[in-house]
């Protein structure tokens, strides 16, 4: 990736220079975009191919997993049913291997989740992976919201975020307002630092725009908890909470 040099920049900040062409995120995923030309001529080394095959395979094992067993994946999956975008994993799944800092993707020019085989090789990773990315698709489905908007794309990283990446701690529960109101602040800098983080990764924009994006439409999409329904909490059954109660709206049941 070209990018322009930035004097005393970081190596944090050389992750996020800007480059001379947009190509919205398509950079990380080598057979999409206009990557898909000069990215067909197949590996030289048979063993690098099999060892890519092997963690495809593994991928493909662990999305069939999360797709019938993980209960925040088969509720987006329900939502996204219930909006009239039913998933089909043969079709709106795809294993892939990318480069770069990611795990997975969504591509909206072919409505298909990623998931990064070679990042995302355990079926904890998978799930989360595939929760978030399904957010994506979910958004598109029902706010046919426009990724090259990036007011639009901060918002729906801000949910993924909220969802999927930022977790209050057990002090949540507690009765104190002063701890509530310091948890909940602390909760809200992580989900601001992802999305910002997700949308540099993804735009070709300086901090300022990004960060400007990301605060323009936090309060709204913060606290929209379509189809969660509530933040799940890490190591608890929220998710399985999530999922019980989304026969309220018609999310639940099966995913045939």
Avoid at 70 to 83: C, F, Q, R, T
Avoid at 111 to 128: D, F
Wanted: proline share 3%.
């Amino acid at each position: 990736m070209d990018s322009k040099k930035r004097e005393g920049s970081t190596d944090e900040e050389k992750l996020f220079q800007l480059t001379r062409d947009e190509d919205y995120g398509y950079e990380f995923y080598p057979g999409r975009g206009r990557n898909v030309e000069s990215n067909k001529e197949p590996t030289r080394w048979k063993w690098l191919q099999g060892r890519q095959n092997f963690g495809k395979l593994n991928c493909l094992q662990n999305v069939d997993w999360c797709y019938h067993q993980d209960p925040v994946v088969k509720l987006i999956s329900g939502a996204l049913k219930e909006y009239g975008c039913k998933v089909n994993p043969m079709r709106h799944i795809s294993c892939e291997e990318c480069t770069g800092r990611v795990n997975g993707g969504y591509d909206p020019e072919t409505n298909q989740v990623v998931v990064c085989h070679n990042a995302s090789s355990n079926r904890k990773m998978c799930c989360n992976v595939l929760a978030h990315e399904l957010i994506h698709a979910f958004d598109f489905c029902r706010a046919k919201i426009d990724f090259k908007n990036i007011d639009h794309l901060a918002c729906t990283e801000i949910r993924a975020a909220n969802f999927m990446h930022c977790s209050f701690l057990s002090a949540w529960s507690a009765d104190e307002a002063s701890l509530f109101g310091r948890i909940k602040k602390q909760h809200q800098a992580c989900v601001k630092n992802k999305a910002f983080l997700s949308v540099m990764t993804v735009r070709n924009v300086s901090k300022e725009d990004a960060m400007d994006a990301v605060n323009r439409v936090f309060d709204r999409c913060y606290a929209d908890l379509t189809p969660m329904g509530r933040i799940p909490r890490r190591r608890s059954h929220d998710g399985d909470r999530c999922y019980s109660e989304g026969y309220l709206f018609g999310y639940t049941g099966t995913n045939s």
